[in-house]
């Protein structure tokens, strides 16, 4: 069973562009969270999504937003984008209801911003 | 809302040692996951473990959930079980809740 992917793995932009993330779940999995991780503040939440619905949302400024397809994959946004948006970005799957919630990680994105 | 705490923040041991690591949370929680980071960023998953003991290969944990702690064992080191082991546990609504985590380096 393939694994969480999210593309692209690399990204390096200049300040005030935007950027999109792609994350793809296990197959079966509904929730789809992202993470920031930088090495000053640890792993932050963003958002999470199932079913296509954000059911939760991290303390980041609008300039953050995402969405969730028909077929669970997610995408993130980014827009004008800041010297301390640099990091690795991690998306997460898991089944999402239930009890049963172990979450599993993609490879992540590195996004260097200029 | 839920604190976590690892414990130590930094461990350096010679290949062949055995270690534990230490989670501490403030609240009851229904999931407690165990992850190893490698030195490229990704996140492995080690346990799920919301209580009980598990075991895999040279790791293993055991969480006391009435105590509100849980603990991971590294049984003869090797140098590929260098990198960052973080705490997760489920926060309210829909997200982990994650440590500081404690970052391991194995000697040769």
């Known amino acids: 069973k393939a694994g969480v992917t999210q593309t692209p793995r690399y990204l390096i932009k200049t300040r005030g562009q935007q950027v999109t993330l792609s994350c793809s779940p296990i197959?079966?999995?509904?929730?789809v969270s992202w993470y920031q991780q930088t090495p000053g503040q640890g792993l932050q939440f963003l958002f999470e999504y199932f079913s296509e619905t954000q059911r939760n949302k991290g303390n980041f400024p609008g300039r953050f937003s995402g969405r969730q397809f028909s077929n669970s994959r997610s995408e993130m946004n980014v827009s004008t984008l800041e010297l301390g948006d640099s990091a690795l970005y991690l998306c997460?799957?898991?089944f999402g209801s239930g009890d049963f919630n172990e979450q599993f990680f993609g490879p992540g994105t590195r996004l260097t911003v200029l | 809302g839920i604190q976590v705490e690892q414990s130590p923040p930094d461990l350096i041991l010679q290949e062949g040692a055995n270690s534990t690591l230490r989670c501490n949370f403030s609240d009851s929680v229904n999931n407690l996951q165990w992850f190893h980071q490698n030195p490229w960023g990704q996140l492995i998953n080690l346990f799920y473990?919301?209580?009980?003991?598990k075991q895999n290969g040279r790791l293993s944990a055991t969480t006391v959930a009435t105590e509100r702690y849980s603990l991971l064992y590294i049984s003869s080191s090797q140098t590929t079980d260098s990198g960052v082991y973080f705490c997760?546990?489920?926060?309210?609504?829909?997200?982990?809740?994650w440590g500081a985590g404690t970052k391991l380096i194995i000697k040769p």
């Open positions: 997760a546990v489920d926060g309210s609504n829909y997200q982990l809740i």
């Open positions: 197959s079966g999995h509904r929730s």
């Open positions: 997460a799957s898991s």
């Open positions: 473990i919301p209580s009980g003991t």
